[in-house]
T-cell receptor, first 113, second 114 residues
Framework: AQSVAQPEDQVNVAEGNPLTVKCTYS??????LFWYVQYPNRGLQFLLK??????LVKGSYGFEAEFNKSQTSFHLKKPSALVSDSALYFC???????????FGAGTRLFVKA | KAGVTQTPRYLIKTRGQQVTLSCSPI?????VSWYQQTPGQGLQFLFE???????NKGNFPGRFSGRQFSNSRSEMNVSTLELGDSALYLC?????????????FGPGTRLTVL
């Protein structure tokens, strides 16, 4: 069965420093991987996705993610964090046969000025 | 293009009542999915519809049901509400509905069961 793990409940980083939010997955077949962000009292916003091709995926707001098949990871990264990046981040995997998306538990990112 | 809209945004009900939530997808989107978000359980998949057909269903009791209309709008219904049903219910749409498609989320309906 497909699953997604976000091992950190919370990540703290200083503004201007690089940030990484971790995600590992377990799927049968080719993984379709997504990152979403949720701001308070809002729905989820799409950041980026990996379907196939280049292992480094670039997305919205300067975020990127690196797909690593051998480590079954899809970590979200940004070279220089902003206070406005503070939010809840979700990694997700699409069940590639069953039209179902499975989300990780979410990682709360705090960026301190 | 207008985004995904959900109505109502907030709802307060009492135990035993039933509730219907509505979702209007982005114009042209044919797939609609529903999720329940709670602090303890995170985001849980409820069901997904495409062209009025339920393609998949999550592990929720039969009290949770949904449907999709010919214009792709979707509703979900929860009968005999329980306190544990208090949650943010999110709807997402995608075009045309393939597994690789990006899902676009609405702002959610906050349901409180007293």
């Amino acid at each position: 069965a497909q699953s997604v793990a976000q091992p950190e409940d919370q990540v703290n980083v200083a503004e201007g420093n690089p940030l990484t939010v971790k995600c590992t997955y377990s799927v049968s077949g080719n993984p379709y991987l997504f990152w979403y962000v949720q701001y308070p009292n809002r729905g989820l916003q799409f950041l980026l996705k990996y379907i196939t091709g280049d292992n480094l995926v670039k997305g919205s707001y300067g975020f990127e993610a690196e797909f690593n098949k051998s480590q079954t990871s899809f970590h979200l990264k940004k070279p220089s964090a902003l206070v406005s990046d503070s939010a809840l981040y979700f990694c997700a995997v699409r069940d590639n046969g069953g039209f179902k998306t499975i989300f990780g538990a979410g990682t709360r990112l705090f960026v301190k000025a | 293009k207008a985004g995904v809209t959900q109505t109502p945004r907030y709802l307060i009900k009492t135990r035993g009542q039933q509730v219907t939530l509505s979702c209007s997808p982005i114009s042209g989107h044919r797939s609609v999915s529903w999720y329940q978000q709670t602090p303890g359980q995170g985001l849980q998949f409820l069901f997904e519809y495409f062209s009025e057909t339920q393609r998949n269903k999550g592990n929720f009791p039969g009290r949770f049901s949904g449907r999709q209309f010919s214009n792709s709008r979707s509703e979900m219904n929860v009968s005999t509400l329980e306190l544990g049903d208090s949650a943010l219910y999110l709807c997402a749409s995608s075009f045309p509905g393939e597994n690789t498609d990006t899902q676009y989320f609405g702002p959610g309906t906050r349901l409180t069961v007293l």
